[in-house]
């Protein structure tokens, strides 16, 4: 356990000896946020195989991913910049934009790769319009978001008006519509991949680490040496590239750019991070957490549709869903006392 | 037990007995009790942890006791509110937090109680008349139409002592008063206890101050461990019976300055000036030395100190470590430079809370305890343990979070996280600062022990004991300049006073 | 009155001028008292509603749920009047209706410390689910309205419609409240100082609680005023209203960590947006402009009012003193 080379330069010590930890990770693990979303995880699936025979077609399933997958790359992201200490609202009004950008360059005969390329290069340069704003010029993210969030898919207004962008190229369609092997679809494997990457980041990097700091003491953590406008400027780059993705194959799937794509999609984005058990006020939460929220808020969205509750009732229950399980155990802990 | 006090002043306008409060996991108040006289200025003495602002906080309304009587002027009561402890006459000026910037100073001093005029509005013409006049009465000239923050802190203490006046208080709880004035400023609050004495106000009065103490106080309560130890009048104690009675134990050696080798400059600042804060700072400090900073709250201290560590930049001046010019424009360059600075403000500069012992340790150490960018945890558990058990930390486990940690033990881990850098210089502001006296005595044990190690320690302080009794030298600011060094046996507690007050013929 | 000129909203006032001045010297019929007072009446429910945000941020929290307790309360004085209550009724109701669902809000805030922001996103979708629960997802049209329940808002009394006239009222009594009465006060208290206004014996989560419980009124009675002028409802109306209605505070220099801002500010902010917003089809600049211009304004109004507001260095040097505006002041 030791490493050697720290022990060369190491004091004399005098001290007593502190044990590094006194419950084992696996019994924390138990009690933990994500063990409570994965039994509900399982319980949605359990009950939804048994209540509609079509659940566990693999086709069907494969299906319902898409209304998950678009919305999770982008909570990864936001996951965080919230743990960060800050907020991004304007990730739907970015999509509008990388999509208009898209359609626009679309319109003047580019070509797929050009396509990506443009949308990547836009949803980078929200991001980093956004970073400006907040960790440039120090303004409250909230306040510096809802009013991009304007700007952004106001300019898709300007360009498109009430008007629509059709007829991607054909290679252009495999973003949002193709599949990689049988039912595994390319946004499915962009979801997991990205499950892994960001997960990696925030969880097994230094990099990671300081986005805790930061969200638990901005202050402090400059004062430890830490570059925390530069991480914080990074994050919302983050932000606004997986912004971008999600818009390139949103408009793939879809095959068409309104100025109203996506719209709402930060409510739910956030939503899905805050289910995850990232705290609102920063400093905590796990990526784990996060993809188990995008799951259940797929499983729930696809097994109410199989029983023909319409799309708002779902909503009703994923909002009562994000009070609830924050709720209760603070009620739990209140009737205890 | 000291003898009951009750007998030699009349009867305490307050009086607590048994009072017992608990928290998850800690007793913080165990039976204690606390009688408070009008027109006597009654000291609370305890270390940090010792049940202080617990008491408080039980006076004002903010806990309930889970045991235990309070009486005023004889009558059993209970305070379910705030709003109750200050109908029954009992209120409390904190430092500078009791206040709203937005609002007026005189609907500060109403707010809660303030006059009502047709329809149950606020009546504001009265309200104001009425401050005016409470304003009037403690000598303060300030405007009611003013808003707060506009006000700088020692004004803010007067608004918020007229408050006190304004709900007609019996007992007047002043928690660590003067901790923020400037020495001219605490004269006047002197006064002013003086005044609220002669109006039969029964004052609670909490600091860490000897001397303030000894000056200003009628009678001694001291706590300890949230236990009560025991209670008399002032006349009839003395510093070192006080000091045995707060730690339990006679305290001889506080001051372990070892002899260190006085090595090579390392640091050299010369011309350092920042528009506002400070101006031509020019010092050299050396291997192996301690070199003291001291002078008054506000002398602009911290501020140089914090321009050494990338927090502001100097608008002229430079700064050489080992004769290589420094240009130094954020924390990460002065770290990466050897030097290091451990915050006066620990809540919020100092200490990451959320996050566990062995995280902070690590922080600003991650790109050795990781590979390209990936965290070895392993690394950083045997980092963390090696500089927290050279401090004598004591915590339950290293990755507990070091919120939980009493204060004294947070600096512990604040400085474990610098010395894990390697520093060539540490700076510590204010490093005992609302610290228990364990923890104080290993720190500067410490300090002492790096200084020997061939470190370059700075050591910015505004107790004199401290200052005399570890620095090698003593430069004294004033104003945002540099008004003194003293070495050797002109190292006196009057040299320093009287350069840091600006008193002529302070010769150096 | 010269701390009056410096002030946020002397700035805002004259941003206004300046914009209406713009807008004159190309389209003169724009600031005739007619035109004006349609501005006025037609900002008249934003107006109204960035009070009640106003409240809410001042205790620093938000309410994301405004724009959905409206429309739920504007579907039920729907339904109300399609069962044939009395108006003055009705009015009863949806203020009533808003209060509670501004309470359960607040109850959530107050008794299980949830933060606002996730209390209100969660309820914002369920008060608006409710609508499609209330009604299958069916419209209330124009025909199935009652004629006085759609001509109240639109009545003109004294030269101005009622709805410009409850605004006008609501007005002020924000303004009393807000600066005359203990609960006003307390507002600023809780959002400028929350620590110390525990130790002045105001709670915090009741303070903030009974800012949710105005801001639900609120939203309730514009629930009715909105359903009645336009004449329709639905589970869709006023979506997305709720960042308008903060962007309306935040251009107002509502601070959005709590603790400042005015009745002024707040309704200038909102006044501000409304003429952008009518003033674009008369100087023939395509509405779909406007939201781009309105978040350009929010960017811009952001920046100014945190200008000055950074972290100041202390100002120790005797020199210095001289030269800052503190000092002096």
Redesign the interface.
Known sequence: MTDISMNKSAPVAKGRQIPDRLTSGWKRGLKSWEALLLVVAVAIFIFNSFASPYFLDPWSLSDASFNFTEKAMIAFAMALLIIAGDIDLSVASIMALVSTVMGVAMGLGASTPVLVFLGLGTGLLCGAFNGVLVAGMGLPSIVVTIGTMSLFRGISYIVLGDGAFTGYPADFAFFGQGYVWWVITFELVLFALFAVLFGLLLHGTSFGRMVYAIGNNATAARFSGIRVNRVRFILFLLTGVMSAIAAICLTSRLGSTRPSIAQGFELEVVTMVVLGGVSILGGSGSIPGVVLAALIMGLLTFGLGLLNVPGIVMSIIIGALLIGVIALPRLWKMVRR | MQADTSAAGGTPVLRLSGITKSFPGVRALNGVGLELFPGQVTALIGENGAGKSTIVKIL???YQPDEGVIQVNGRETRFP???AA?EAGVT?I?QE???????TVA?NIF??H?PRGRF???D?RRMENEARRLLASIGADLDPRQRLR?LGIASKHLVAIARALSIDAQVVIMDEPTAALSHKEIHELYELVEKLKAQGKAILFISHKFDEIFRIADRWTVFRDGQYVGAGLMSEVDEARLVQLMVGREVDQIYPKRHAEIGAPVLTVAGYS??????DIGFTLHRGEILGFYGLV???RS?VMQAL?G??RPSKGACRVDGQVMVLR???E??NAGIV?V?EDRG????????PI??NVT??S??R??RS???RL??E???A????????????????DIGLLSGGNQQKVVIA?WLA??PRIIILDEPTKGIDIGSKAAVHDFMSELAAEGLAVIMVSSEIPEVLGMSDRVIVMR???IAAEFTGDQMTPENLVRAAAGIEGAAA | MSAFLKSREAILALAILVLLAVVASRFPGFVRPGSLANVLTDTSPLIILALGQMVVILTKCIDLSMAATLALCGMVAGLLNMAGLPLPLILLAVVVLGAVLGAINGLLVWKLGIPSIVVTLGTMTIYRGTIFLLTKGQWINAHQMSDGFKAFPRAVFLGLPVMAWIMIAIVIAAWVLVNRTPLGRAFYAVGGNPHAAVYTGISVGKTQFWAFTLSGALAGLVGYLWVARYAVAYVDIASGFELDIVAACVIGGIAIAGGAGSVAGAVMGAIFLGIVKNALPVAGISPFAQMAISGTAILIAIAFNARGQGPKGRIILKQAEHKSPEARA
């Open positions: 004002t309304g903010i509110t705030a709003q200050g409390a904190h937090t009791v206040l709203f910037d937005e609002l609907e707010i809660g303030a149950g509005l606020i504001t506009e920042h528009p506002t804060e400070f101006d506000g002398a602009g501020e560590f927090i502001t954020s924390t990460a002065a770290v600075y915050p919020r500069q100092g200490a990451v809370k959320g996050l062995f995280q922080l600003p991650l790109n305890t990781s960018g990936f965290l392993a690394e558990f045997a980092m343990r090696d500089y927290t058990q050279r401090l004598d930390l004591r915590a339950a486990s290293l990755d507990q996280k850098t390697k104003e945002g300049r």
